[in-house]
Nanobody
Framework: QVQLVESGGGLVQAGGSLRLSCAAS????????MGWHRQAPGKQRELVAT???????NYADSVKGRFAISRDNAKNTVYLQMNSLEPEDTAVYYC????????????WGQGTQVTVSS
């Protein structure tokens, strides 16, 4: 069994910053890619950023230059530093990880709310 536990969400004013963390625990042989998705009210879940085990990153166009994804492989943790936040960034943010244990499975965290006020 694998769990992803997120932290760091909250309420911030436009232009502010937040840092999200997500720690994976349980029966893990290897963590492949990790990432963040988000879902705003009334909208579909969308990709925000991903990072491979080797550190290669990918970002949605809407967050490029403002958000930075990183990971600490020793701690099985992925981070999302969010700067210059905009009201349009308001959403529930979900951590995801592609993990090899007995098989390869994509796991999701429970989500953390980020609210940006104007």
């Amino acid at each position: 069994q694998v769990q992803l536990v997120e932290s760091g969400g909250g309420l911030v004013q436009a232009g502010g910053s937040l840092r999200l963390s997500c720690a994976a625990s349980g029966s893990i042989f290897r963590i492949n890619s990790m990432g963040w998705h988000r879902q705003a009210p009334g909208k579909q879940r969308e990709l925000v950023a991903t990072i491979t085990s080797g550190g290669i990153t990918n970002y949605a166009d809407s967050v490029k230059g403002r958000f930075a994804i990183s990971r600490d492989n020793a701690k099985n943790t992925v981070y999302l530093q969010m700067n210059s936040l905009e009201p349009e960034d308001t959403a529930v943010y979900y951590c995801t990880a592609l993990i090899t244990s007995r098989t390869i499975i994509r796991y999701w965290g429970q989500g953390t709310q980020v609210t940006v006020s104007s």
